[in-house]
């Protein structure tokens, strides 16, 4: 495990830990993606959200996670109240309190019930960082973003991974779904430190 801007660590199960608040931090899980894959006529299994989250649920046997927060597209198709109540369901079996979720560009409709989600459309203050989606402009100098799903190519195959600059970290896509996109291929990630995920380990490949 990966420690960076002393606040936070890096998990290969595909999210960061705020180490003083023991509060993960995870983005694009893209709840309900197999199903509307499914509806496009393509031959995918369908996950329950149990299995979705099982990495969370391993994380939590070997590092101490007392909350979550979200840091946009918790859903692919919008927001869905089904989905939503078996999220909630496994984080309670899992002792972990849901503190705010940042909606994301998938999460159309969460706002029309804002009353019962615990919804941040701003950004989520953790103990000093901004968490945001990241598919808006952001004056935040410390901040925890999600949307960009990146990924590195590291022995000959292509990883998910975490980005660094100065006191900006962005996270890989939650969801096994996700590709990843080639942040070596992209110009704008060039001065920033690329944190592979690679079996167990996260490994700095810079």
């Known amino acids: 495990m990966t420690r960076v801007l002393n606040d936070c660590r890096l998990l290969p199960h595909r999210f960061a830990l705020h180490v003083p608040s023991a509060t993960a931090v995870l983005a694009d899980v893209h709840l309900g993606y197999s199903a509307a894959r499914q509806r496009l006529g393509d031959a995918v299994p369908n996950r329950t959200v149990a299995e979705e989250l099982l990495s969370l649920h391993d994380a939590a046997q070997t590092n101490e996670i007392r909350a979550l927060v ?17 999220f909630i369901a496994v984080l ?3 002792d972990i309190k849901l503190l705010g979720l940042v909606p994301g560009n998938h999460d159309r409709g969460i706002d029309a019930v804002a009353q019962d989600v615990p919804l941040f459309a701003e950004g989520y203050d953790l103990a000093g960082w901004r968490i945001v989606h990241g598919d808006q402009p952001s004056a935040w100098q410390r901040s925890i973003a999600g949307h960009w799903h990146p990924a590195v190519r590291f022995q000959r ?7 660094v600059k100065d006191e900006q970290l962005i996270l890989p896509a939650f969801s096994l779904d996700a590709a990843g996109v080639d942040v070596g291929a992209d110009p ?5 430190q690329r944190y592979a995920i690679w079996g167990d ?3 700095h490949v810079n």
Do not use: H, N, S, T
């Open 70 to 86: 979200v840091a946009g597209d918790i859903f692919e198709k919008g927001f869905d109240p089904l989905l939503y109540q078996q």
């Open 92 to 94: 309670a079996a899992l």
């Open 157 to 163: 195959r292509k990883v998910p991974c975490f980005l």
């Open 188 to 192: 704008r990630w060039r001065e920033w």
């Open 201 to 203: 380990d996260v490994i």
